[in-house]
């Protein structure tokens, strides 16, 4: 499957079709809150049409995005978010570092391998990343991220949607 056209396809109706079935990033990391505190700088990792990037603007003043969709990244922006248009695995690229990384109901589509290196490059001392992803990629995702010396600070199974369950996962 190439995802990327998959949401090229859907970028127009994505906003309202999830809103329309109850998908709200904010249940998805409350849990994790008060673990998370307040953070200076967050990237969030296709970030869509910016619904998690308005979630991270309540504990995070200096916060960006990347989505390699221009019609969600275009969204995004409407919305006031900075947003690069680029592709998970060029993370690593990036000249900035940051306190905090989200990837929201984004980390299933990309390459894994890149994406945890490129972590590993941009991520401060100290800093945070919050993962959404579906039970099924659970194993595949988290032993990326654990042989990097990764460690799960805590993790949860949240009802995300209708038919729809998501492990959520802070790492540090
Ligand atoms: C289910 S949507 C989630 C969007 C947003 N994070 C949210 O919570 O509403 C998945 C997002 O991942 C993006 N995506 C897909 N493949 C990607 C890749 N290789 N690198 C970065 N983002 C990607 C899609 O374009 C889409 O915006």
């Known amino acids: 499957m190439n ?6 396809k859907w970028a127009t109706k994505y906003e309202k079709d999830v809103e329309g079935y109850g998908y709200d990033p904010e249940k998805l990391i409350k849990p994790f809150l008060k673990l998370i505190g307040m ?9 869509g ?13 200096n916060l960006s995005g990347i989505e390699p969709v221009e019609k969600m990244a ?4 409407q919305k006031g978010f900075q947003i690069l248009q680029m592709k998970a695995r060029n993370i690593g690229k990036l000249k900035m570092k940051f306190d905090f ?3 929201f109901a984004s980390i299933d589509y990309v390459s ?13 001392e100290g800093g945070l990343i919050f993962l959404t992803m579906e039970p099924k990629s659970e194993k595949r995702i988290l032993d990326s ?3 990097n010396d990764f460690f799960i600070i805590k993790k ?12 959520c996962v802070l790492i540090k």
């Open 3 to 8: 995802w990327i056209n998959y949401f090229r």
């Open 39 to 47: 953070r200076k700088t967050a990237l969030d990792v296709g970030c």
């Open 49 to 61: 049409t910016g619904k998690g990037l308005e979630v991270i603007s309540k504990f995070c003043e």
């Open 74 to 77: 275009i969204q995004s922006k």
């Open 101 to 103: 990384i989200s990837f």
């Open 112 to 124: 894994i391998k890149q994406v945890v290196k490129g972590c590993k490059q941009i991520l401060n």
């Open 145 to 147: 991220f654990l042989k």
């Open 156 to 167: 949860e199974i949240i009802h995300a949607y209708r038919g729809q369950e998501y492990v």
